[in-house]
């Protein structure tokens, strides 16, 4: 079992609609989680990041965390074109000193 | 958010020489950097983790003599790729997490290699 799993899609909405981007994580200690969008060809960008359970909003971009069922989400509202990108999820334990460990991403196509 | 570069951006270079990519942290001391490879539409790899002031810790199956890491100050580290082969040719990203905050962290734009 991975340590962080994310479906690879590829995930498919048409522009406007709610993309919904779902992480599972196996370390029950993990206290730090992050969403990262990379385009093609180009780095991971942090967009979000989540410490405690519940919801944190930041414009169109929604992250969820539930610990006790060591899941995490994004959602993305009002989907556009160029929200098209892979979407990696990163877990943290606070003793390892900086280091996330990363999804293998799910990528996303929002279709005009 | 903190920033983060790499240089070269890109570089070609023939089989059997060395390269050097730099990694910078421009707004924050990194005491920690990592390094990541990445093949086209494949997953991030995680290389090494880079201290300043004292050696790399490698990922299993990376070889340390290869890919040489040196962390001399709290915001460089470099990577060098020693007798470069075309298998070599990747996506090379470095990232330092932002250790005063909430260790977030922060990755360059990577450097493309191509070793012909």
């Known amino acids: 079992q991975k340590e962080v799993e994310q479906n690879s899609g590829p995930l498919s909405v048409p522009e406007g609609a709610i993309a919904s981007l779902n992480c599972t994580y196996s370390?029950?200690?993990?206290?730090?989680f992050f969403w990262y969008r990379q385009y093609s060809g180009k780095s991971p960008e942090l967009i979000m990041s989540?410490?405690?359970?519940g919801d944190k909003e930041d414009g169109r971009f929604t992250a969820q965390l539930n610990k006790a069922s060591q899941y995490v989400s994004l959602l993305i509202r009002d989907s556009q074109p160029s929200d098209s990108a892979t979407y990696l999820c990163?877990?943290?334990?606070?003793?390892?000193?900086?280091?996330?460990?990363f999804g293998d991403g799910t990528t996303l196509t929002v279709k005009p | 958010g903190a920033v983060v570069s790499q240089h070269p951006s890109w570089v070609i270079c023939k089989s059997g020489t060395s390269v050097k990519i730099e990694c910078r942290s421009l707004d924050f001391q990194a005491t920690t950097m990592f390094w990541y490879r990445q093949f086209p539409k494949q997953s991030l790899m995680l290389m090494a983790t880079?201290?300043?002031?004292?050696?790399?810790?490698?990922e299993q199956g990376v070889e340390k003599d290869k890919f040489l890491i040196n962390h001399a100050s709290l915001t460089l580290s470099t990577l060098t790729v020693t007798s470069a082969h075309p298998e070599d040719s990747s996506f090379y990203i470095c990232?330092?997490?932002?250790?005063?905050?909430?260790?977030?962290?922060?990755f360059g734009p990577g450097t493309r290699l191509t070793v012909t």
């Open positions: 880079s201290n300043e002031g004292s050696k790399a810790t490698y």
């Open positions: 370390d029950r200690v993990s206290q730090s």
């Open positions: 990232s330092a997490p932002e250790m005063a905050g909430r260790y977030e962290q922060y």
């Open positions: 989540i410490y405690s359970n």
């Open positions: 990163a877990v943290r334990r606070n003793t390892n000193a900086g280091k996330s460990t």
